[in-house]
Nanobody, 124 residues
């Protein structure tokens, strides 16, 4: 059974940091690249960071140098993180984790299942 649970969002001032967590259940999430997406009202969900099974990461230009995607050292936990530093009001949105293709600029797939996401709000 597939399950994605995102957590760690909140309200933070511009320039602050947050660390998001994603608990993924299901074999499919352990054998595919995992990613973080961001959705703001009125816009499509945006792929912002992807981590492949070899530990290589790729980022959207909008977050490069500020965000870091990682995986728990205990692979059995299948938990992923997004460390977000130097947050800006433009980073406000609902953040989701899910599979993705690597690299970020390549063709991407559509997925039916999504978790509930976690809200990040950055105040100016």
């Amino acid at each position: 059974q597939l399950r994605l649970v995102e957590s760690g969002g909140g309200l933070v001032q511009s320039g602050g940091s947050l660390r998001l967590s994603c608990a993924a259940s299901g074999t499919i999430f352990s054998i595919n690249p995992m990613a973080w997406y961001r959705q703001v009202p009125g816009k499509n969900r945006e792929l912002i960071a992807v981590l492949n099974t070899g530990g290589n990461a790729d980022y959207a230009d909008s977050v490069k140098g500020r965000f870091t995607i990682s995986r728990d050292r205990d692979n059995s936990k299948n938990t992923f993180y997004l460390q977000m530093n130097s947050l800006e009001p433009e980073d406000t949105g609902v953040y989701y984790c899910n599979r993705a293709r690597f690299p970020i600029s390549g063709p991407q797939s559509m997925y039916d299942y999504w978790g509930q996401g976690t809200q990040v709000t950055v105040s100016s």
